[in-house]
């Protein structure tokens, strides 16, 4: 898993030789997933972790363009399992999509189940992970998608290519950990160490052996696919004595842009080409949270080395410069240079008119818990409500006309508004806690605002949107205006991403097309938050044509 060194060119050859072979018809990659539980060492002790095939992190999983894939998840664990592929659209088949009781439940101890799906009409840099409890801190790997025959990267092709994911380690068992928070009412403890591909670096203890390093050749070109695979921390990211030059987000391309230090949220991806010109030597790749709010946060600093070739290991390598741990405004000027790169190739088609206007607010509270530390919990909500996990799947429960599961009075708009990024806000506004989601007429244009406030506190969030890209059209800082902000809007060429940071105490404008029937969730990609009920989900209904209707589900879906 450490590295991968095939260069472009012999995907090529090896394309050419499928072209051969299978003249008519995309390929069919077959996967086998076990998960099962093995001692991994880090810190100074071992202890047992879930794994994918007893790797940590798990498989990358290759496909091109185009191909069909079949992944058995064989589950020998303690834990109910169930793994998304994230950023993946999953065109008709939220059956294949992962998040546990959303679209399946899980499957159990024994069980198997097999994800089918179609690659269509992507390429670029996704992943994988475990969708239930917080069992992705260990069960995550890459999802690279190989552009179409004979179809060039609109950037110059890299010599070799890696694949950098960044993760959080925790000394106890993080699902202990997790039931000891919320039996106190309490956020969990935080991560004792950040890793590089599984690794923390050399600047922990024991960890020698456990760093990742990169071996490169003068004068070649390497394409950094880099994910945050971590789960609850905004990262920088930074080599020492090398500028990076973004090229993709979220496995869409993106006009290119240098820059000393990258800043990416859990759930996102991003692709960096990275020259390799500077006087050969070892250099330190770095990568520590971003947090802008007064909050306790594992801020040490992940490592891993560039190497280059011929180069000893006795060499002490240099370290990078990464931005201030609070630097907001370092943060909010990198997501504006952020833009698609709308060639007529890969055009943006961000929609111009607006069917449906959704204005979500992001709150925090406290519930009583009479068992509690301080006779109170935590939790989170959208628009005033914290949604409870249902018991059945909500595409099971959708499809099949059951009822009582959900319902779907998700309200558009807050059902009181007040100055949401003012002075903190500790009054209870009597949050309600509920299964309700929002019904979308297919094919009809969304535009929804992600606002942050000041219940308890300010803090910024990676929302994901499940089967969907979208463009991003517009952000600010503060509360967001309808009669203003609107008019600032870049419907040209926004990023189109699958994972969008709401800035602290800001705003975040998103539009897509409801174009994927389904059952689709939206959550916030902090763990923490997730877990909080800071999540909701669409159910865009079915259009009237052919090929617009949720597909059957497959026979080994697993039972409720």
Known sequence: MARVLISPFTFLFLGILGLISFPAEAAIKKYQFDIQVKNVSRLCHAKPIVTVNGRF??????????DRVLVNVTNHAQYNMSIHWHGLKQYRNGWADGP????????QTGGSYTYDFNVTGQRGTLWWHAHILWLRATVYGALVIIPKQGTPFPFPQPN???????????????????????????PPNMSDAHTINGKPGPLFPCSEKHTFAMEVELGKTYLLRIINSALNDELFFAIAGHSMTVVEVDAVYTKPFTTQAILIAPGQTTNVLVQANQIPSRYFMATRPFI??????????????????????????????????NDTEFALNYSKKLKSLNSQKYPANVPLKVDRNLFYTIGFGKNSCPTCVNGTKFLASLNNISFAMPQTALLQAHYFNIKGVYRTDFPDKPPTPFNYT????????????????????????????????????????????????????????????????????????????????????GWTAIRFRADNPGVWFMHCH??????????????????????QSVLPPPKDLPPC
């Open 292 to 325: 802008d709010v007064p909050l306790a946060i594992d801020s040490k600093m992940a490592t891993a080395i560039l190497q280059y070739k011929g180069i000893p290991n006795t060499v002490l390598p240099t370290l990078p410069q990464l931005p201030a741990s």
């Open 526 to 547: 902090l763990e923490l938050h997730t877990g909080w009920g800071l999540k909701t989900a669409f159910v865009v209904e079915d259009g009237t044509g052919p090929n």
């Open 100 to 107: 546990a009781y959303i679209t399946q439940c899980p499957i």
């Open 57 to 66: 992190p798990g498989p990358t999983i290759y496909v091109t363009e185009g």
């Open 160 to 186: 070799e290519e890696f694949e950098i994911l960044f993760g959080e380690w925790w000394h106890a068992d993080v699902e202990e950990v997790v039931k000891r928070g919320t039996k106190m009412g309490l």
């Open 422 to 505: 003012g002075a903190p806000l500790t009054a209870n506004l009597r949050t309600a806690t509920g299964t309700r989601v929002s019904n979308i007429t297919f094919n009809s244009t969304v535009e929804l605002v992600l606002q942050d406030t000041n219940l308890l506190t300010v803090e910024s969030h990676p929302f994901h949107l499940h089967g969907y890209n979208f463009f991003v059209v517009g952000t600010g800082i503060g509360n967001f205006d309808p009669a203003k902000d609107p008019a600032k809007y870049n419907l040209v060429d926004p990023m189109e991403r699958n994972t969008v940071g709401v800035p602290t105490g």
